[in-house]
């Protein structure tokens, strides 16, 4: 079970990615790979 509550604007992608590593898949899938970085953006930067 993922220790993630809920997933917004401000959900870090480092912490997205280690509650739900699939998540990764779909990033790269659509050319996000490497996205997040060390310290990590929240996913708003993501959002169109």
């Not at 993630?4 to 050319?31: D, H, M, Q």
């Amino acid at each position: 079970m993922s220790a993630l509550n809920s997933i917004n604007s401000e959900t870090s992608l480092p912490k997205l990615f280690r509650a739900l590593p699939e998540a990764r898949t779909v990033f790269n899938r659509y050319g996000l790979r490497g996205c997040g970085g060390a310290h990590g953006k929240g996913i708003r930067t993501f959002l169109v």
